[in-house]
């Protein structure tokens, strides 16, 4: 693997001692740790760069030495420039409050020496910090367009191995400068604007291509019209044109796809499914090309939920996804499909149960919480809460995650529970945040089963449930086994067994929600509700549960968005005074077994 510094080198070749005089350093460099705004100081310099941060440096040897001031830290270091003064390398090192840091700083400008001789072939794709670089070049004329979003182009033209670039996207205009290096692999330039200047690193995406066909037994490199990268494997029994299941997958943070496909790919899994892992279409430029890290976004985007979203946003990682699934769905003839992911990749991947539920049969978030975007009590779409409903959930998680705890994801778990999903399971063990080591093939497993058509298995699966009293799971198998064997006999097995166990308390709580005084019974009534909402013989006393829950669930969110002010303007007692309102005046609410467990916690 190359590290930082060897790749830096392959860019600047052979790093010479030689120094400049103080005048011919002056001006603008494009640096890893953002831009230098340099003034020669007599024999030395001075610098502005980031935000507000000042630097001063002279010569010592053959290097030149700096001191900085970052904030309250104080940063020293040394650099070494190339000959002819238009590239530089170095270390860093900080001392702080916060304690120590240190790191490679390198540097570059404009080398007029790339103008000269023939215009290079650029043509293809460039991993950049501002989204996949799609060049089209015709001699030395170049167009194209940058990211995955679609709305940002340029066109501009090459001499020699220097590109500039007009570009527009809806943030407004800009030039890119860029000297591609002589191998056509890397590249260093900058991109500025109305609002300032940054630093351009570029990698050349090599392998990819639109419209790729799946290989029997093979990894090959696809890339989407959106230009999203991605990694897909087929069965070894693969026959062109043969249907198959889909089964998405989506990475974890600073990482990409292409190990978890792989490892998909080794298991039964990987010979039943045309297995794809999506890269983010974010690029991290300190990685190398031969290990390139990425990363999603899904923070802004609002999606079909109630919140109001910020400009642009829309077209943030989930429609990206949603739109390169669509695509391989229709290219490739898939019968179901499934979307997991892995710590980022598992946030990212509850966006799909609840922003775009027609899109996918089950999927399988790992090792992640969920965000606020995802949680069930933000859609007010009745069609799409119903959709939401159809998807069958797979929530895996390490009970000794040190990264993203049990906690956040047996959350997600419970709080999903609340809003009545009924093909929603938790798989849990003792692992730590790790891929390989969760269950996410007992996931899968039963994800195909609730949502297939294998009669004797689901009656299996339904008996085995049962025997381990999740009643509610073995309702989600009857329900299912109605659709796709309506005369099947475990149907009739189940629902009756169910209804045996649940049907001694029904009288009870039926007369507590008639006359339902001050919620004394709620907590027996939820613990009941966990093992036997689905039961037949439940269903009038969870259908006057929710128009119970109905008239609490608003001045619910309303004390919980008062208890939130509070506690952000510091008033802590005050705010869990209002979770104590919460729990006494608004106990059927969604929001009551969260805050009461709050509560609990805190004594």
């Not at 705010?575 to 009461?596: I, N, R």
């Amino acid at each position: 693997m190359l590290d930082r510094r060897a790749l830096f080198s392959l860019v600047l070749g052979c790093i010479s001692p030689a120094v400049l005089a103080a005048q011919e350093l002056a001006g603008t460099w494009f640096t890893n740790r953002g831009v230098l705004e340099v003034k020669a100081d007599g024999e030395g310099w001075s610098a502005t760069y980031g935000n507000g941060s000042t630097l001063t440096a002279e010569k010592k040897g053959d290097d030149i030495a700096f001191t900085a001031k970052e904030g309250r830290a104080k940063v020293t270091g040394s650099w070494q420039f190339q000959k002819g003064g238009f590239r530089f390398d170095g270390d860093w090192q900080s001392t702080s409050g916060n304690g120590n840091g240190k790191g490679q700083w390198f540097g570059w400008r404009h080398d007029p020496a790339t103008e000269k001789g023939k215009p290079a072939k650029l043509a293809g794709f460039w991993r950049t910090s501002w989204g996949l670089l799609e060049i089209e070049q015709k001699g030395s004329k170049l167009t194209g367009g940058f990211g995955a979003q679609g709305w940002s182009t340029f066109e501009g033209a090459v001499r020699g191995r220097f590109a500039e670039l007009d570009y527009e996207s809806p943030f407004g205009t800009g030039t890119f400068r860029i000297d591609f290096d002589e191998d056509g692999k890397l590249a260093l330039g900058g991109a500025e604007n109305a609002r300032g200047k940054y630093a351009l690193q570029l990698q050349r995406l090599e392998g990819h291509a639109r419209g790729v066909v799946p290989e029997a037994g093979k990894l090959v490199r696809g890339l989407g019209e959106n230009r999203m990268v991605y990694y897909m494997h087929a069965p070894k029994t693969y026959q062109p044109g043969q249907e198959l299941p889909l089964l998405v997958f989506l990475h974890g943070s600073n990482y990409v796809s292409k190990p978890y496909v792989e490892s998909i790919a080794n298991t039964d899994v990987g010979e039943r499914f045309l297995v794809v892992g999506i890269d983010g279409e974010s690029w991290e430029d300190w990685s190398t090309p031969d290990d390139p890290r990425q990363n999603y976004t899904y923070v802004n985007f609002m999606g079909k939920s109630t919140y109001g979203g910020y400009p642009n946003t829309h077209r943030e990682s989930p429609a990206l996804v949603a739109e390169l699934i669509e695509e391989l769905k229709k290219r490739h003839h898939t019968t179901r499909t499934f979307v997991g992911g892995h710590s980022q990749g598992g946030f990212l991947t509850w966006f799909f149960a609840m922003h775009y539920p027609d899109l996918v049969d089950g999927v399988f978030p790992m090792s992640s919480g969920m965000t606020m975007q995802c949680e069930a009590d933000v859609f007010d779409d009745e069609a799409l809460k119903n959709k939401q409903r159809e998807v069958a959930i797979a929530v895996v998680h390490g009970r000794n995650d040190r990264a993203v705890p049990f906690a956040q994801g047996e959350g997600t778990y419970l709080r999903t529970r609340e809003h009545r999903f009924p093909k929603l399971r938790l798989f849990a063990n003792g692992a730590g945040h790790g891929f390989s080591s969760l269950p996410w093939l007992a996931a899968v497993e039963w994800l195909e089963l609730i949502t297939g058509d294998n009669a004797a298995e689901l009656a299996k699966e339904g008996q085995k449930a049962l025997d381990e009293d999740r009643f509610a799971d073995a309702m989600a198998i009857a329900n299912h086994l109605r659709k796709v064997a309506p005369k099947h006999a475990a149907i009739k097995h189940i629902a009756a067994t169910v209804d045996e166990y649940a049907e001694g308390e029904v009288e009870q709580f039926a007369a507590n929600l008639k006359d339902p005084g001050e919620g004394e019974w709620i907590d027996d009534f939820l613990e009941y509700r966990d093992y036997y909402e689905f039961a037949d013989c439940a269903k009038e006393l969870m259908k006057a549960f929710a128009e119970l829950r109905a008239k609490h669930e608003l001045p619910a969110k309303k004390l919980i968005g008062e208890a939130r002010g509070l506690f952000n303007k510091g008033k802590r007692d005050e705010g869990w005074q209002k979770y104590e309102e919460l729990v006494k005046t608004c106990w059927a609410s969604s929001q009551y077994p969260k805050v009461k467990g709050w509560l609990d916690n805190r004594k």
